[in-house]
């Protein structure tokens, strides 16, 4: 996480109105044939930002990512990069590389040959071309793998001239289609930050696509939440995380408890939510989005921020359920508890283990309470 | 562990099955008696009958030549249709395509070799094209049978090949015509050569094509042997086989050798210490 507290440091582009998008995406449709891939896309990314596209398979991030490439045409909407309409520009004039989920190396060329190739279509002098792929490689750490061929490399080594590659270019904007997919999962928290780190270090923006949502959290700088085509919610990880706009988001990123109800009172920063599956107690919740008396809401919160405990909360600001112990899933550093109320419905905590597994204070079939701070759950209306 | 004596003398059996035949012919090429199959004394005698043989030179050359056109052309156009097969989506008529283009793997010969003479026959009349049979009518009806068969072979190779290569040269900068000359056509070479061989190979040997569409001043190899079998067979023909499969081992030979050495792998070597980041730009 070293690597995302450094892009919180930085000044927040996107919160800034003077600050013109690098990349600009506006309207942005893909129609295969009647089936929509994309769907009506605007989206700004930032220079130097490390975007991530994130959605399940099947969503339109790819299709999106191809056609900020070139290799498919939108049937509707523009791209600008760096203020220049690419609409026309085919893939091989626009200052876009790309790292592909396959690495694409060429089978053919050596690892020199393959770095080395972006250079040679834009007529560099040898002397050049061979100090930049130097330096490339060096900046990857594949220095000494010059004369391989690629089937005699591993996958993360492919990978790292994948994106030396595309990287040689220097183009004013990388995409990355599932860069860390075909690694195992060891490598690919690894690759993660040293990815993150070389992005840094050349300053280059990144759009990248994937459907690990630990892997986008770890990485970008923004998130853009992606379902059928259409973009849900941009924002930075922990607004994605803390504050998701809609029931999708909220499941999709990470495992969250969700009520339904009727609001009751509305009030400036709070409202009180009646829900018959939290057994008919009035729940406040802290909101953004306004929502008229009588409306029918969800309220989320995740387990980690409900506390479990034998004894009611002394401070009555809190919202507090009562249930029994179902199920303790223990993952070594957490445990998740499932706890059912009276009317059968499991409420999920997730609580750190302070304690050795035998002197656990929490048992299965135990009556505990679960409370929550008001500020700490959210209320949906989408 | 022993190896059973029952598979190795399958082994054996299944060799013999193969090449006893050639070493044969090799063996009766050095034959002093005018019959092909009776042994009588060791003589080069064949080789030089074969060496003063117009006929049958000339029809070696003829078929060599043809052969070479045969194998080039089918390669050029079979890449190209199982480029539109592979990597064209859709487009009208595609299975049809798919379907007309392996029809004459199925086809009897005889079927292709009697249509190919008709239709030569009807189109001189009509525009007075292609003239009288010769090499060209052969090569001609010899493309129409090899192109399936090096179709199949690329085709199958180009299905197997990651599309994105091919964006990511485009991806580079490399344009179109550029990426399918320095990265598709590379990728796709063994199966060129490949295709390039057998479709000689095809030319090389046929015979019943050969004799509906040749004419009288273009005779190919196999015609002249098969014709001289109905005046005895000369042993000069184990003479000429021995060499082409002299010839023939020594190009596998060094076709062998360029494949092994190509793919040898490079010795391992130690990873680079860490080394701290150095700006691109």
Known sequence: MAAKSRHLNKIEPWHDPEERPYVYIENLTKDYDGSIAVDEVTLSVYRGELFSLLGRSGCGKSTLLRMLAGFEIPSSGRIYIDGIDMSGIPPHRRPVSMVFQSYALFPHMNVEQNVAFGLKQEKLPKSQINERVNDVLELVQMLDFKKRKPHQLSGGQRQRIALARSLVKRPKLLLLDEPLAALDKKLREKTQLELVNIQEEVGITFIMVSHDQEEAMTMASRIGIMADGRIIQVGTPTEIYEY??????????????????????????????????????NIMVEHSTSAAIGAHVSIAIRPEKVVISKRPPKDRNYNCVKGIVQDIVYLGDVSIYHVELANGRIVYSTATNLFRIAERPIQWDDEVYLYWLPENSILLTA | MKRSKFLLSMLAFGYAFMYVPLFCVIGFSFNGSKFVTTWSHFSFKWYHTLAQNRIMLDATLNSLKIACCTATVSVVL????????????????????????????????????????????????????????????????????????????????????????????????ATPTKVFFVITIP???????????????????????????????????????????????????????TIIIGVLTVCVAIAGYIIYHSSKRIPQKSKGEGKHWRSLV
């Open chain 1, 244 to 281: 998701p706009n809609s029931k999708y988001v909220s499941n999709f990123v990470g495992t969250i408890n969700m009520f339904e109800g009727v609001v009751m009172e509305e009030e400036e920063n709070y409202a009180v939510v009646r829900s018959s599956v939290l057994d008919e107690i």
């Open chain 2, 78 to 173: 079979g890449a190209l249709a199982a480029i539109a097969i592979v990597r064209f989506k859709r487009f009208s008529g595609k299975s049809f395509f798919i379907g007309m283009i392996a029809a004459p793997l199925i086809m009897p010969d005889v079927v292709t070799g009697l249509s190919l003479l008709l239709l030569f026959i009807g189109m001189n009349n009509l525009f007075g094209w292609p003239g009288e049979h010769g090499s060209m009518t052969v090569t001609i009806a010899h493309i129409t049978l090899s192109l399936s068969y090096v179709t199949a072979i690329i085709q199958s190779r180009l299905a197997e090949i990651d599309s994105s290569i091919e964006e990511a040269a485009l991806d580079l900068g």
């Open chain 2, 187 to 241: 990728a796709i070479s063994s199966a060129i050569i490949s295709g390039w061989v057998l479709s000689f190979v095809l030319s090389f040997d046929d015979v019943v094509l050969a004799s509906f569409v040749s004419g009288p001043q273009s005779t190919t190899l196999p015609m002249v042997v098969f014709s001289s079998i109905r005046m005895g067979l000369s042993p000069q023909i184990n003479a000429l086989t």
